[in-house]
């Protein structure tokens, strides 16, 4: 429902080497998730591939941590 995505918090991580999903594709996501009124949606570029490497990861944890 509207009311649960608006409490929801997400954390988009891509990297600089994805093969798969382009930048302008991993920033419209994040975008598409914003407007559905999200509380909070981060998005990082890592230097890595595609998914989390241990930076992003270890970022998500700590952006996760300081969420109410």
Known sequence: SKSLVRRMVFFVSHGERDSFVTKAQSLGEAEAIRET??????HEIHSGR?????????AALDWFG???
């Not at 009124?37 to 981060?42: H, P, T």
């Not at 595609?50 to 270890?58: D, F, Y």
């Open 66 to 68: 300081g969420q109410e």
């Open 50 to 58: 595609g998914g989390l490497n241990e930076e992003s990861l270890g």
């Open 37 to 42: 009124g999200a509380k909070e949606v981060r």
